[in-house]
């Protein structure tokens, strides 16, 4: 089975009565693998996905790609690019297991993201974009291409002034707490968005990790320095590092970048 193939049976997996339908059995060990001949990329997307996969219908997942000193762009902004291909591709991938792609205003004002997926096989996720000061320009690309429907969820009082084009549904929170990570878990599921990746940026990313809103987090790191720029994960930490969280993670190698895949279920 070549890589392509694995790929597009993977989709379709959500629960262990589809892993065995997609031609996976179970080890020994609660591990998976292809009951048939599969080459080395078949074998290692299994791995790799397969976990995020079975996590079930509501599962909140966050990715980060940053240098090895903890930053995900340059003191200017330049994020072009701090990871290799190999980790874009593995975003694309997590956005084709998704049912919503969430990203905070600054990501949104600065990099202009398409969030869609472009790199593997897949549907597009549902764009979320938060927005409670408004400060969001409504030329993004999110709210003008079509490419997939967004939801931009603004405070009281803010959001685009005029008609916003087709596929682009303007929700208005009734206060901060309603932007709470927690409450927009909460909120997505309820208009049946149960499977939620938090793209960015860094603020976003540690507000829901801090706040407990996260099952698992990729984080990739790329061998550069860059000395200073936008910071990647930053929240109150320990005072002490025997109070540092630990979970369980997993490692892989992608290109020259190692990625990170941290078990926060029991965080």
Request: proline letters at 7%; glycine letters at 12%; aromatic letters at 6%.
């Given at each position: 089975m070549?890589?392509?193939?694995?790929?597009?049976?993977l989709?379709?997996?959500?629960?262990?009565?589809?892993?065995?339908?997609?031609?996976?059995?179970?080890?020994p060990?609660?591990?998976?693998?292809?009951?048939?001949?599969?080459?080395?990329?078949?074998?290692?997307?299994?791995?790799?996905?397969?976990?995020?996969?079975?996590a079930?219908?509501?599962?909140?997942?966050?990715?980060?790609?940053?240098?090895?000193?903890?930053?995900?762009?340059?003191?200017?902004?330049?994020?072009?690019?701090?990871?290799?291909?190999?980790?874009?591709?593995?975003?694309?991938?997590?956005?084709?297991?998704?049912?919503?792609?969430?990203?905070?205003?600054?990501?949104?004002?600065?990099?202009?993201?398409?969030?869609?997926?472009?790199?593997?096989?897949?549907?597009?996720?549902?764009?979320?974009?938060?927005?409670?000061?408004?400060?969001?320009?409504?030329?993004?690309?999110v709210?003008?291409?079509?490419?997939?429907?967004?939801?931009?969820?603004?405070?009281?009082?803010?959001?685009?002034?005029?008609?916003?084009?087709?596929?682009?549904?303007?929700?208005?929170?009734?206060?901060?707490?309603?932007?709470?990570?927690?409450?927009?878990?909460?909120?997505?599921?309820?208009?049946?968005?149960?499977r939620?990746?938090?793209?960015?940026?860094?603020?976003?990313?540690?507000?829901?990790?801090?706040?407990?809103?996260?099952?698992?987090?990729?984080?990739?790191?790329?061998?550069?320095?860059?000395?200073?720029?936008?910071?990647?994960?930053?929240?109150?930490?320990?005072?002490?590092?025997?109070?540092?969280?630990?979970?369980?993670?997993?490692?892989?190698?992608?290109g020259?970048?190692t990625l990170?895949?941290?078990?926060?279920?029991?965080?």
């Amino acid at each position: 089975m070549s890589g392509d193939e694995a790929w597009r049976r993977l989709l379709d997996v959500r629960a262990p009565a589809d892993a065995r339908a997609a031609g996976l059995v179970a080890g020994p060990d609660g591990g998976w693998r292809w009951a048939g001949p599969a080459s080395t990329e078949a074998a290692d997307l299994a791995d790799r996905y397969l976990p995020l996969c079975l996590a079930g219908p509501r599962v909140t997942f966050a990715q980060l790609g940053q240098s090895l000193d903890g930053f995900i762009a340059t003191r200017t902004g330049d994020a072009d690019y701090v990871t290799g291909e190999e980790d874009r591709r593995h975003l694309h991938r997590l956005r084709a297991l998704a049912d919503a792609v969430l990203v905070g205003a600054g990501t949104a004002v600065a990099d202009d993201p398409q969030l869609t997926v472009r790199a593997c096989a897949g549907a597009h996720p549902v764009r979320v974009v938060l927005d409670p000061r408004g400060r969001v320009p409504a030329d993004r690309r999110v709210f003008t291409d079509g490419s997939a429907p967004t939801l931009w969820l603004v405070g009281p009082g803010s959001g685009p002034g005029r008609p916003v084009a087709d596929g682009v549904t303007v929700l208005r929170l009734p206060d901060d707490d309603a932007f709470t990570p927690r409450r927009l878990v909460a909120t997505l599921a309820h208009r049946g968005l149960g499977r939620v990746l938090v793209e960015g940026g860094g603020v976003t990313v540690s507000r829901f990790l801090h706040g407990g809103a996260l099952r698992r987090l990729y984080v990739t790191v790329a061998p550069v320095l860059l000395g200073d720029g936008v910071p990647g994960l930053r929240f109150d930490g320990p005072d002490v590092m025997r109070e540092a969280r630990r979970p369980p993670l997993r490692r892989a190698r992608l290109g020259e970048d190692t990625l990170f895949e941290l078990d926060l279920t029991d965080a």
